[in-house]
């Protein structure tokens, strides 16, 4: 048995697990715009943070520089997503996990600039698996199909 077999035989439990935890999720912060547009929101810090640690590291790094592919970059998007659930204007608030998440972030990268490719190749693979994956069940039940038949730019 090749590498790629035997470690999707060993991580299927955990991949079957995760699939039905996230779907679960998924399905509450579907049927609650809230819950949804404070996902968003929260996405949008965790790519800012990452995509900003990218930015600055890069440079000095040249294992960061391998990976750097700004084309991938979603911060930007996330934010336009934000200020459309939010019309009143981006939230001011952090979560506290969210909050352990940017310090965990800071920590991992002082230690080690390359500690960040585990970062930003997880961000890198939910952009492009589950962007393609999720667009058209989020764009169908928030009913975005009219007025963005493509979703909002990160749907």
Do not use: W
Request: negative net charge; proline residues 5%.
């Amino acid at each position: 048995m090749d590498f790629s077999e035997e470690l999707k035989t060993q991580t299927k439990d955990v991949h079957t697990s995760s699939d039905k935890l996230f779907n679960s999720v998924l399905s509450f912060a579907l049927a609650d715009q809230n819950v949804y547009r404070m996902a968003v929101y929260r996405f949008f810090h965790v790519y800012s943070l990452i995509e900003d640690k990218l930015e600055d590291l890069r440079h000095d790094c040249p294992s960061l520089q391998m990976i750097y592919f700004p084309t991938l970059f979603r911060a930007n998007e996330f934010e336009d997503d934000v200020l459309y659930y939010y019309p009143e204007g981006m939230p001011t608030e952090i979560s506290p996990a969210l909050e352990k998440y940017k310090q965990n972030l800071e920590s991992h990268t002082l230690e080690d600039p390359v500690n960040l490719i585990g970062y930003v190749q997880t961000m890198q693979l939910a952009i492009l698996a589950g962007g393609n994956l999720l667009r058209p069940i989020i764009v169908r039940v928030l009913g975005l199909k009219e007025r963005y038949p493509l979703g909002v730019k990160v749907c």
